[in-house]
């Protein structure tokens, strides 16, 4: 017997391919009967069941129970009589429990074809086989929507043609369903591009009317999923499907680490969203969120596996698109804060692992492409500036630049160009600037800001001093060595009387002016200078301390370069 159960999210084709294979079947003679059956509820299977049994057996109609029971013992293989080839569909089952008693019996005589979004275990066993039906091959997707566009004497560009498939997904439902916008509204692919690459337009608003819709669909993309939410959200833990699949509408499609979904944002939103019930809800914990991943990964609304550890959640980014057109602007916004907060919580101060920070700035400019505005209401979120962090550490200088150039203009438009976080994107892109190899030219910039910051923010406050090291750092690094010592040593004073002789940005001044002591050729003064910030050091912040070993490091050197290598070896 050949039985196989096809399963994929909504959109895939998978009714389209059991009808294929049905009427090929049924059309080169390889079977005698063919039933198919809407397999929505147990109602509508045993109703399917019922009229085969009325059909082809002459069953009483009027006992649905007793005929679909009939149908499915007649398909039974029975000895010394002629065989009967069958092929029984069963299209959408949209839950395994719905199938108890009702799988059609295993004959060799008898095939059985099962379409449903649902990949649980009880769908498989007793020669059933799972086939998981996917998206489009990149070719595939161009191939088809080039046919269909040629059918009405359309023709399009390739390269618009393979790029709408990409922006689409390689997703069968919705290529077909693009196509037929494009071809009723009689416009470009280019055209179709541009308004769905629109964050303003519902996906709803991008597809046929529900008449014009082709392939005899009954449904638009837009409302494809909608049924798989609802019973997902009634899985264990009830209530948190949707909310979960929100936030993963806010961040990178092609890989979410599971551990973002259960941090203390995460699970706060997943408890103030759950459904309806006791009041006031009990925490979601992190297994429940887990449990929640789950639910929508047996419905196939997203792909969950957890040995991936820095893509242990995919969603399609047309899933994530619909799940977003759902929301009110509010609850858009607050959720794109939620995810903000999540990557804030989940970024490492020291990115010693690559890939994680890889993912964090992947999720990040995914959520950034997404909602964007909202991060910037009331003030700037602390996460668009950790982006430009992390580029800088991982040391793409350039795109760390890039993303403070427009980090400033941002929110210059925003929020005007004397907000504080105006002032600091712009320190920080003088200061990558520098670290790009324009020195010249970080000096310039921080010169120009520096003003800028006296006036709005004071002159003791502390990103104006932070802004002046910069200077004086880069006026040095520039060749302007006694500019540099002028305006450390100028900072130096005020540091001291502003933020006290022990603070940690006092003692890194104290480092550059010893440095720039012993480049000036007076590596005694140097090795002095070091000496005495060492031994405040050591005082303030301890032996052990990264940047009192730092100090002792430097000591080591401008001893080694003062007297001798032996010299430098006495740091103790």
Not at 57 to 79: G, I, M, S, V, Y
Not at 491 to 512: N, P, W
Not at 514 to 535: H, M, N, S, T
Request: proline share 6%; aromatic share 6%; net charge negative.
């Amino acid at each position: 017997m050949l039985s196989q159960v096809l399963t994929g999210t909504g959109g895939v084709g998978k009714t389209q391919l059991a009808a294929d294979y049905a009427r090929t079947a049924w059309d080169s003679g390889e079977v005698d009967i063919l039933v198919w059956i809407s397999a929505s509820s147990r109602a509508a299977i045993t109703a399917g069941y019922a009229q085969a049994g009325v059909e082809i057996l002459a069953a009483d109609p009027r006992d649905p129970e007793q005929a679909a029971r009939a149908f499915l013992a007649w398909l039974e293989p029975k000895t010394g009589q002629k065989p009967c080839r069958w092929l029984v569909v069963l299209d959408d089952v949209s839950d395994p429990a719905d199938m108890r008693d009702w799988w059609p019996p295993t004959s060799p005589q008898g095939r059985v074809l099962v379409t449903t979004r649902r990949r649980e275990a009880a769908l498989t066993g007793a020669e059933r086989r799972l086939v998981t039906v996917g998206l489009f091959t990149p070719q595939e997707a161009a191939a088809y929507f080039t046919a269909v566009l040629a059918a009405h004497d359309r023709h399009e560009p390739i390269n618009q043609i393979n790029d709408l498939a990409s922006d689409l997904g390689y997703l069968p439902l919705a290529l077909a369903q693009a196509a037929a916008y494009i071809i009723d509204d009689a416009i470009t692919c280019a055209d179709y591009r541009q308004r769905l690459a629109d964050r303003f337009r519902k996906l709803a608003d991008l597809l046929p009317e529900p008449s014009g819709l082709p392939d005899n669909q009954a449904t638009t993309m837009a409302a494809t999923w909608s049924l798989s939410i609802e019973r997902a959200d009634q899985l264990r833990p009830a209530g948190l499907a949707r909310p979960m699949l929100q936030l993963t509408a806010m961040l990178d499609p092609n890989g979410i680490p599971s551990g973002f979904l259960a941090s203390a944002p995460a699970l706060n939103h997943l408890t103030l969203h759950r459904m309806p019930g006791e009041q006031p809800p009990a925490p979601v914990t992190a297994e429940e969120a887990a449990g929640a991943l789950q639910a929508l990964h047996r419905l196939n609304l997203i792909d969950h596996i957890p040995d991936a550890p820095y893509a242990t959640v995919r969603v399609h980014q047309l899933i994530q698109r619909a799940t977003r057109d759902a929301l009110t602007a509010d609850q858009h916004d607050q959720l794109a804060v939620t995810a903000a907060d999540i990557l804030t919580a989940a970024w490492p101060a020291i990115e010693r692992d690559t890939a994680l920070a890889q993912a964090l700035r992947a999720n990040a400019a995914a959520l950034v492409r997404t909602a964007e505005d909202a991060l910037y209401r009331p003030a700037p979120h602390a996460v668009l500036f950790r982006i430009g962090t992390s580029l800088g550490e991982s040391g793409q200088t350039n795109a760390a630049c890039d993303h403070y150039a427009y980090l400033a203009t941002s929110i210059d438009h925003r929020l005007g160009p004397d907000h504080p976080d105006s002032l600091m994107a712009r320190q920080a892109f003088a200061r990558e600037r520098g670290k790009a190899g324009d020195a010249a030219g970080a000096a310039a910039a921080l010169a120009e800001l520096l003003p800028d910051c006296v006036r709005v923010l004071g002159s003791d406050h502390p990103h104006t001093l932070a802004t002046r090291h910069h200077l004086a750092t880069w006026l040095g690094e520039a060749g302007d060595a006694a500019g540099a010592v002028a305006a450390f040593e100028e900072l130096l004073a005020d540091q001291i009387r502003v933020q006290g002789a022990d603070y940690r940005g006092t003692f890194i001044t104290r480092v550059e002016l010893a440095r720039l002591q012993g480049e000036a050729g007076d590596a005694a003064g140097a090795v002095a200078a070091f000496e005495e910030l060492l031994a405040d050091q050591i005082r303030a912040l301890g032996p052990d301390h990264p940047e009192t070993l730092l100090t002792r490091n430097d000591l080591a050197l401008w001893r080694g370069r003062a007297g001798g290598a032996a010299a430098g070896l006495a740091t103790d």
